[in-house]
Antibody, heavy 121, light 109 residues
């Protein structure tokens, strides 16, 4: 059974770079039948898609975050990564990684439990 | 960029009642790429519906989706106690961009 587990520092200072990883277990990260992505949820608010990556390594980003976001995959470690630069308090959120499955027309069928990131000095 | 609007913001219903949730897009969406999710407090979202009307694996048949173009609907035929949650629509569109709606909260009346 595929499982995703996010990890990273819970606290990041303003202007610094947020770095998170998502370990994929129970399956391979390398397949053309799905994307991998990051989604976040600020406290008490809705879901915001951050970015996704497909098997050849093409990346797609939310236009509102494009200049600050990097999503990558390390196939040797079976893990997905997120880097978000120049963070502010507005980046405080629960961050999720998720799989978008081609069979489900890229619906996100497997999610990690989420990791909370607070941006504060 | 497509904007999704969901209504109502909050729906207060009793167990056993029917829930009808709306998702409207600012421009036409390929129905193949319209999905619905359920999220409970402290949990990750769960995929309910993909392709506008197909249930994901393990989703009870009291959940159904419909619609095309700019108007989509999620219907819960008879609310069970575990269905009280927040529901989000999401579309996957041009340039491989994903967009979520703001959500509809279904509360116990």
């Amino acid at each position: 059974q595929l499982q995703l587990q996010e990890s990273g520092p819970g606290l990041v200072k303003p202007s610094e770079t947020l770095s998170l990883t998502c370990i994929v277990s129970g399956g391979s990260i390398s397949s053309s039948i799905y994307f991998w992505g990051w989604i976040r949820q600020p406290p008490g608010r809705g879901l915001e898609w951050i970015g996704s990556i497909d098997y050849p390594g093409r990346t797609y980003y939310n236009p509102s975050l494009n200049s600050r976001v990097t999503v990558s995959v390390d196939t040797s470690k079976n893990q997905l990564s997120l880097r978000l630069s120049s963070v502010t308090a507005a980046d405080t959120a629960v961050y999720y990684c998720a799989r978008s499955l081609l069979q489900y027309k890229y619906g996100m069928d497997v999610w990690g439990q989420g990791t909370t990131v607070t941006v504060s000095s | 960029e497509i904007v999704l609007t969901q209504s109502p913001g909050t729906l207060s219903l009793s167990p056993g009642e029917r829930a009808t949730l709306s998702c409207r897009a600012s421009q036409s969406v390929s129905s193949s790429y319209l999905a619905w999710y359920q999220q409970k407090p402290g949990q990750a979202p769960r995929l309910l519906i993909y392709d506008a009307s197909n249930r994901a694996t393990g989703i009870p048949d009291r959940f159904s989706g419909s619609g095309s173009g700019t108007d989509f609907t999620l219907t819960i035929s008879r609310l069970e106690p575990e269905d009280f949650a927040v529901y989000y629509c999401q579309q996957y569109g041009r340039s491989h961009i994903f967009t979520f709606g703001p959500g509809t909260r279904v509360d116990i009346k």
